[in-house]
């Protein structure tokens, strides 16, 4: 009898294989602690130990409280059925959460960002008490601050000056929010577009890079100075929860090639120097994945809040964007949708789509920005419902071959330089664009 020796080294191999993927399959859920004394001491050996395998379920790196100065690789995980790696920091009720405030003549519409129970209404604040205290108040129903397990640290920002800083709270009782020593709140914390946002208490000083797998990180501050603070790359997706995103010297959150940013409210994304969150690049060979965004806050960052470009598709509703030069914008054949959000004291435009994209910002809101809503270039921009108050150039602008429904906007302007631009209606192929509205 003849012995094929090749095909039995075949077969040997594949069961060999077949059984270190069957070892390496995790079918319940593994947690893994990451702390003084616990199962690793840094964050990156914690995921290290799930590289290769294959995960059915959903697991679990828990964070103790502390600073973590370190870079992360999120890779090598094989998920299947849902499941995730959960990356879990800070899980107290306001982790995250940010308010952006009115002044006393326009307040920030609807809290378009509030936990449950926390407040309902239109958001404004007065500083009092020698400039220690902050007092947050709702038109409906002002926050309980202090029954919401808040952590002690906040970061704000000042609308009126551009100061930002982080206050350790040292009294919390209802919706006023006292710091204390040398700390005082600015008297600017009263103005259009000021926000404070409530830290998490697990902080990650580095860069956090994603190539493939689900992840999820849950109640962390990403602070990143040098780069972007989180790049999504190649297949990947990224759930994010409750965290605060600040301080890169370029972006906040980059999304590229077919990766994935999804959320589950009460993420802050602050005071990055270029764009908030980009999907998309300007170049031809990686195109940006798509991105659920909403329900986010996006303070003060310096180029733009969201941008994309390319064909990428983002889901921006209920998002609040505060400061910078532009709130919302689309370009090269993206799009975003971005209903009910608020874009605040954009120093340019607070949404714009150009060159061929398209931007659904049905009742949104635009207030005192340069320029409310801004299309050119083939571009098309649904206002319906919409408003614009404090512009001050134009309200609603349209140029280059663009289409913009504005329909059910007259009565929402308020102190705008000028409405529309062209004051038209249904005129069709015109180089000024064209402007639906009643």
Same mark, same amino acid.
């Given at each position: 009898?003849?012995?094929?020796?090749?095909?039995?080294?075949?077969?040997?191999?594949?069961?060999?294989?077949?059984?270190?993927?069957?070892?390496?399959?995790?079918?319940?859920?593994?947690?893994?602690?990451?702390?003084?004394?616990?199962?690793?001491?840094?964050?990156?050996?914690?995921?290290?130990?799930?590289?290769?395998?294959?995960?059915?379920?959903?697991?679990?790196?828990?964070?103790?409280?502390?600073?973590?100065?370190?870079?992360?690789? =999120?890779?090598?995980?094989?998920?299947?059925?849902?499941?995730?790696?959960?990356?879990?920091?800070?899980?107290?009720?306001?982790?995250?959460?940010?308010?952006?405030?009115?002044?006393?003549?326009? &307040?920030?519409?609807?809290?378009?960002?509030?936990?449950?129970?926390?407040?309902?209404?239109?958001?404004?604040?007065?500083?009092?008490?020698?400039?220690?205290?902050?007092?947050?108040?709702?038109?409906?129903?002002?926050?309980?601050?202090?029954?919401?397990?808040?952590? &002690?640290?906040?970061? +704000?920002?000042? $609308?009126?000056?551009?100061?930002?800083?982080?206050?350790?709270?040292?009294?919390?009782?209802?919706?006023?929010?006292?710091?204390?020593?040398?700390?005082?709140?600015?008297?600017?914390?009263?103005?259009?577009?000021?926000?404070?946002?409530?830290?998490?208490?697990?902080?990650?000083?580095?860069?956090?890079?994603?190539?493939?797998? $689900?992840?999820?990180?849950?109640?962390?501050?990403?602070?990143?100075?040098?780069?972007?603070?989180?790049?999504?790359?190649?297949?990947?997706? =990224?759930?994010?929860?409750?965290?605060?995103?600040?301080?890169?010297?370029?972006?906040?959150?980059?999304?590229?090639?077919?990766?994935? =940013?999804?959320?589950?409210? +009460?993420?802050?994304?602050?005071?990055?120097?270029?764009?908030?969150?980009?999907?998309?690049?300007?170049?031809?060979?990686?195109?940006?994945?798509?991105?659920?965004?909403?329900?986010?806050?996006?303070?003060?960052?310096? &180029?733009?809040?969201?941008?994309?470009?390319?064909?990428?598709?983002?889901?921006?509703?209920?998002?609040?964007?505060?400061?910078?030069?532009?709130?919302?914008?689309?370009?090269?054949?993206?799009?975003?949708?971005?209903?009910?959000?608020?874009?605040?004291?954009?120093?340019?435009?607070?949404?714009?789509?150009?060159?061929?994209?398209?931007?659904?910002?049905?009742?949104?809101?635009? =207030?005192?920005?340069?320029?409310? +809503?801004?299309?050119?270039?083939? $571009?098309?921009?649904?206002?319906?419902?919409?408003?614009?108050?404090?512009?001050?150039?134009?309200?609603? +602008?349209?140029?280059?071959?663009?289409?913009?429904?504005?329909?059910?906007?007259?009565?929402?302007?308020?102190?705008?330089?000028?409405?529309?631009?062209?004051?038209?209606?249904?005129?069709?192929?015109?180089?000024?664009?064209?402007?639906?509205?009643?």
């Amino acid at each position: 009898m003849h012995i094929n020796r090749g095909l039995i080294q075949a077969l040997t191999a594949f069961f060999l294989k077949r059984d270190e993927i069957q070892l390496r399959r995790i079918t319940e859920t593994v947690t893994k602690r990451v702390g003084a004394g616990k199962d690793f001491a840094t964050i990156q050996a914690a995921i290290n130990w799930f590289a290769g395998k294959v995960i059915t379920t959903d697991c679990y790196i828990d964070v103790d409280a502390g600073t973590y100065t370190e870079d992360l690789v =999120l890779q090598d995980v094989f998920c299947v059925n849902g499941a995730k790696v959960i990356i879990r920091g800070d899980t107290n009720t306001t982790s995250g959460y940010s308010c952006v405030i009115g002044s006393a003549t326009r &307040s920030v519409p609807g809290n378009r960002l509030a936990l449950a129970n926390l407040g309902t209404g239109n958001v404004t604040a007065t500083v009092g008490g020698g400039g220690t205290t902050l007092t947050i108040t709702m038109s409906t129903t002002n926050p309980a601050f202090d029954t919401a397990n808040v952590n &002690s640290s906040v970061r +704000y920002y000042d $609308a009126a000056t551009g100061n930002n800083g982080t206050f350790t709270l040292t009294g919390i009782a209802g919706n006023v929010l006292t710091v204390g020593g040398a700390d005082t709140w600015p008297a600017g914390m009263a103005n259009l577009g000021s926000a404070v946002c409530f830290l998490p208490n697990r902080i990650l000083e580095g860069h956090i890079t994603m190539y493939d797998g $689900a992840w999820a990180l849950q109640g962390f501050v990403v602070h990143e100075t040098s780069g972007d603070c989180i790049t999504l790359e190649t297949d990947g997706v =990224l759930e994010m929860r409750s965290c605060f995103v600040y301080g890169s010297d370029s972006d906040g959150i980059v999304v590229a090639k077919s990766a994935r =940013l999804e959320r589950l409210y +009460y993420n802050s994304v602050w005071e990055n120097a270029a764009y908030g969150i980009r999907c998309g690049t300007t170049t031809a060979t990686r195109f940006g994945g798509g991105a659920d965004v909403s329900y986010m806050a996006l303070v003060d960052n310096g &180029s733009m809040a969201i941008r994309t470009v390319g064909a990428v598709t983002v889901i921006a509703r209920y998002v609040i964007c505060s400061g910078g030069s532009y709130g919302i914008f689309a370009e090269g054949a993206s799009a975003i949708y971005c209903q009910y959000a608020i874009a605040i004291g954009a120093a340019t435009i607070g949404f714009t789509s150009t060159k061929a994209s398209h931007v659904d910002a049905s009742y949104a809101i635009a =207030l005192a920005c340069q320029y409310g +809503y801004y299309i050119d270039n083939n $571009a098309t921009l649904t206002a319906s419902g919409a408003t614009a108050q404090g512009s001050t150039t134009v309200g609603y +602008y349209a140029s280059g071959n663009s289409y913009m429904n504005a329909l059910n906007t007259v009565a929402n302007n308020n102190g705008n330089l000028a409405n529309y631009s062209p004051n038209v209606t249904n005129t069709e192929g015109n180089v000024f664009g064209i402007i639906t509205f009643t």
